[in-house]
C-alpha cells in the first residue's frame, strides 16, 4: 500500500460530460503529481502541486484542470469529455521539499479508470 | 534532450529463469536519478528503486538487482529465479537534477510462464 489514495476507482460517463477526480496523499508528502495512462500514449505527465501551489504543468488539455486544497488532497476535473480521454488516471504523491529539484520517489495511487462512451 | 529507451518491449521467459530489463538513457546533465516502477496486472504503480548519477554501486534487494553503468547510460533490471507473481509491465524513468518530471520509458511487460 502506497498511502496515496484515489477515488473513485472506476468512472463511466459520456462524451461531453464533466468528472473529477480525487487524490489524497500520502502522509507528510505536500506535492501532488497527476498523470494518464493510454494505451498508445504511455504515461504522460499532466500537472504538479507543491503545497497548494501549481508546480509544473505538462501535457494537460485546457479542458483539464487541478487543484490542491489546504488539507493536501487533489482533485482533477475532466470537462467536454471526448473518447480519447477515457485512460487511467494516477495521483503521485511525494516528500519533495519544495526545491528546484525533484528527485523523491513518486509513490502512486491504484488510479482511477475513467471510460467516455 | 533526455530520453530512456526500454527496447524490449515484451519479454516471455518460464519461471525460475533469470530475466535482465534493458533501460538506456540520454541525458547531458551530470546530476541525475534514475527510477523503476512496478505495474503489476492490478493496474497500480509500485516504486522500486532510486539511484542518483554519482552512485554506481549495483544494488540487490532479495531476488532483484539493478546494474547501474555510466560509461554505457544504463540502467538494467535483473529478475533472479523469476516467478509468476513478477509478471508485470516494468517502467524505467529519469529525472534531472534542474527540473520536476519524470521521464519515462515506454514499458516492458515481463510474462512468467509457469
Known amino acids: 500500500d502506497s498511502g496515496v489514495t484515489q477515488t473513485p476507482k472506476h468512472l463511466i460517463t459520456a462524451t461531453g460530460q464533466r468528472v473529477t477526480l480525487r487524490c489524497s496523499p500520502r502522509?507528510?508528502?505536500?506535492?501532488v503529481y497527476w498523470y494518464q495512462q493510454s494505451l498508445d500514449q504511455g504515461l504522460q505527465f499532466l500537472i504538479q502541486?507543491?503545497?497548494?501551489?501549481?508546480?509544473a504543468k505538462g501535457n494537460i488539455l485546457e479542458r483539464f484542470s487541478a487543484q490542491q486544497f489546504p488539507d493536501l488532497h487533489s482533485e482533477l476535473n475532466l470537462s467536454s469529455l471526448e473518447l480519447g480521454d477515457s485512460a487511467l488516471y494516477f495521483c503521485?504523491?511525494?516528500?519533495?521539499?519544495?526545491?528546484?529539484?525533484?528527485?523523491?520517489?513518486?509513490?502512486f495511487g491504484n488510479g482511477t479508470r475513467l471510460t467516455v462512451t | 534532450a533526455q530520453k530512456v529507451t526500454q527496447a524490449q518491449t515484451e519479454i516471455s521467459v518460464v519461471e525460475k529463469e533469470d530475466v535482465t530489463l534493458d533501460c538506456v538513457y540520454e541525458?547531458?546533465?551530470?546530476?541525475?536519478?534514475l527510477f523503476w516502477y512496478k505495474q503489476p496486472p492490478s493496474g497500480e504503480l509500485v516504486f522500486l528503486i532510486r539511484?542518483?548519477?554519482?552512485d554506481e554501486q549495483n544494488e540487490i534487494s532479495g531476488r532483484y538487482s539493478w546494474n547501474f553503468q555510466k560509461s554505457t547510460s544504463s540502467f538494467n533490471f535483473t529478475i533472479t529465479a523469476s516467478q509468476v507473481v513478477d509478471s508485470a509491465v516494468y517502467f524505467c524513468?529519469?529525472?534531472?537534477?534542474?527540473?520536476?518530471?519524470?521521464?519515462w520509458g515506454a514499458g516492458t511487460k515481463l510474462i512468467i510462464k509457469p
Open positions: 502522509s507528510g508528502d505536500l506535492s
Open positions: 502541486y507543491y503545497n497548494g501551489e501549481e508546480r
Open positions: 503521485a504523491s511525494s516528500s519533495n521539499r519544495g526545491g528546484q529539484a525533484d528527485n523523491s520517489p513518486l509513490h
Open positions: 539511484r542518483n548519477s554519482f
Open positions: 541525458t547531458r546533465d551530470t546530476t541525475y536519478y
Open positions: 524513468a529519469l529525472t534531472l537534477d534542474s527540473n520536476y518530471q519524470l521521464i
